[in-house]
């Protein structure tokens, strides 16, 4: 696996995403919802990971979604 560079302030890892513009909505819409329930885009992003992708056997929705 190549080496990922992350920036890591104190103990908690900092990034920056980007959101097509096609999906904006979505997003929006996701991140109320993560607001009313206080729960952090980092926290949502690996739960959906862990529930979704974590172990699967080949990635089979990544490639999907890579050509979406």
Do not use: F, H
């Amino acid at each position: 696996m190549d080496t990922l560079n992350c920036y890591k302030y104190k103990s908690n890892i900092t990034t920056s995403i980007s959101v097509k513009r096609r999906d904006e909505e979505d997003y929006l819409a996701l991140r109320q919802l993560l607001s009313r329930y206080r729960i952090s885009v980092g926290e949502y992003l690996i739960d959906a990971y862990r529930e979704l992708d974590k172990g699967a056997p080949d990635a089979q929705r990544l490639k999907a979604l890579a050509w979406s």
